[in-house]
């Protein structure tokens, strides 16, 4: 990896990249209202299973997918997958929120990085998914696809860390704490990707699912989803 | 490659009550004749002439509604599948819905018994116009040690296609060497059903209507819902037992018919 694309991915990995993703828990303030995520220990189990059934079948998968798309210059499956994405989220505000971090990654990615390659997608179908809109940006910057899912794992994983953080609440340094212990979990659930099947995208979390549908129904929330 | 049972059927619309035609079946997939519970709609139930799926097993269904057919189809019994040491069990389904079509698909519980496999994939393509409503249950069978989960794995897969554009993929996939009972998944919960309702009739007022229906629910259940990308919903449930959801599913189910202007409460008369 050059200097410069080193650079590129810590932009794009900063906790602070304005793709709105800080405003989503994805489910997980569900668990936070009832409790049942309450300290470090608790959001670290849930973490790790996050990391290993929604990230690695859903997120993970499709950002090797279109990776590779993208490299075959498939523009129509590019944009089956978009669809496949959107047709995943059965919760609403999941769908939703997704809708608009794809939107905002993809407009930012655009003006800074000067990606056009989904350009033909965003003519039809309007939105992104955030999966898609960084395996172009990795693309565009040189990234290996290893060193692009994993990137987009880890950023996926802060994320949901400053999020627990603020909304548990967590101490910083436990956040940090937090981010080191997932290393393994994330290169291995890379190297999983990599050999799982195109038919296995998208098996879904059935609690989390049921937490993300919940989430639209809860008294007080802090997060859009 | 063959099929261990295959079925297929249309149903059409014939002096304003719907009829079955082009029915054809093989192997250990057959088609009981025709129930109407009322006078304008058949019932189908689906027979399975074993005793369960085994390894290897490959069963597919299509099924057709033209234009203003409805139809209900469930099971005779519930679908068990048993050990599979070499090859998982497969069960492919086709719906084709055509405008103002209405298929109300309920079959019995999955029952998925010590080392099971089971793949299930069910494609179905709707219309803006047509109303399609699909519950599933899969429960965990007995096994000889007693411990739950003793399946390895099911995958269940259900793909709506609305006028050729992916709007709802619902994909299910149970490991029990995987955290199943992590609150993620299953969260020491047992058995899951799920629900989809595509539907005109499901309009914004009605999915209001809906979210109150659904206060009230049982506490030991765990059960979410929410709005699909099309006029209509999904339900997730999770519980302990087969009647806690299929409690649930017949409550909705009642309250979805209500919307498309049918009173009458059904009853399978199965048993």
């Known amino acids: 990896m050059t200097d410069q694309q080193l650079l590129w991915l810590l932009q794009l990995s900063d906790s602070n990249f304005p793709s709105g993703a800080f405003s989503h828990s994805f489910g997980f303030e569900t668990y936070m209202y009832n409790e049942q995520i309450c300290d470090a220990k608790t959001f670290r189990q849930s973490l790790i299973v996050y990391i290993q059934t929604q990230l690695t079948y859903t997120d993970g998968l499709a950002c090797r997918i279109a990776y590779e798309q993208l490299k075959a210059n498939s523009i129509e499956g590019l944009q089956r997958l978009n669809e496949t994405l959107f047709a995943l989220c059965l919760a609403k505000e999941t769908r939703e929120g ?11 990615c655009r003006h800074i990085y000067s990606v056009d390659e989904l350009d033909e997608i965003v003519q039809t179908k309007q939105s992104i998914h955030p999966a898609i809109a960084f395996a172009a940006v990795g693309r565009k910057i040189g990234a290996t696809k290893q060193t692009t899912v994993l990137t987009y794992l880890f950023t996926s994983v802060q ?10 609440p ?16 994330l290169i291995h659930a890379t190297n999983i990707i990599e050999m799982l099947g195109e038919e ?5 979390a059935i609690g989390l699912e049921i937490a993300q549908m919940q989430h639209e129904r809860l008294p007080v929330r802090l997060f859009m989803s | 490659m063959s099929w261990t049972g295959r079925l297929q059927c249309t149903a059409v619309v014939k002096d304003g009550r719907t009829v079955i035609s082009d029915t054809y079946n093989e192997g250990a997939l057959k088609l009981m004749r025709p129930v ?4 304008a709609h058949p019932t189908l139930y689906l027979v399975h002439v074993g005793g369960g ?9 299509n099924m057709k509604l033209e234009s203003h057919a409805r139809l209900m189809v469930t099971t005779q019994a519930a679908t068990k599948v048993y050990k599979t040491p070499y090859a998982p069990v497969g069960q492919y389904t086709q719906f084709s819905l055509g405008d103002e079509s209405v298929l109300e698909y309920f079959p019995d519980p999955l029952i998925a018994y010590e080392q099971a496999r089971f793949i299930q994939e069910t494609v179905v393509h709707v219309t803006s116009r ?13 096994s000889e040690s007693g411990q739950l989960f003793r399946y390895d794995w099911i995958r269940s897969k259900l793909k709506v296609y609305q006028d050729e554009a992916l709007v709802l993929f619902d994909h299910l996939y149970l490991d029990s060497r995987q955290h199943l009972t992590s609150m993620l998944q299953l969260g020491g919960y047992t058995h899951v059903g799920s629900l989809v309702a595509l539907s005109p009739f499901i309009t914004k007022e009605v999915l209001e209507q809906f979210n109150q229906f659904m206060e009230e629910m049982p506490q030991e259940v765990r059960c979410g819902f929410s709005a ?3 006029p209509g919903f999904s339900v997730r449930i999770l519980a302990y037992e087969t009647s806690a959801i299929e409690a649930i599913f017949q409550r909705i189910h009642q309250f979805i018919r209500h919307q498309c202007g049918e009173k009458a409460p059904v009853c399978w008369r199965k048993y």
């Open chain 1, 98 to 108: 997704t809708r608009m971090i794809g939107e905002r990654l993809w407009k930012l």
């Open chain 1, 159 to 168: 994320t949901m860390v400053q999020n627990a953080v603020r909304g548990i």
């Open chain 1, 170 to 185: 967590l101490g910083q340094t436990d956040g940090q704490q937090l981010l080191v212990m997932v290393q393994p979990y």
């Open chain 1, 200 to 204: 296995e995208l998208g098996a879904a």
């Open chain 2, 36 to 39: 109407y519970l009322d006078s």
């Open chain 2, 53 to 61: 799926y085994v390894n290897g097993d490959r069963y597919e269904i």
């Open chain 2, 130 to 142: 047509s109303t399609f409503m699909y519950g599933e249950i899969i429960t965990p069978g007995w």
């Open chain 2, 228 to 230: 699909a990308a099309v």
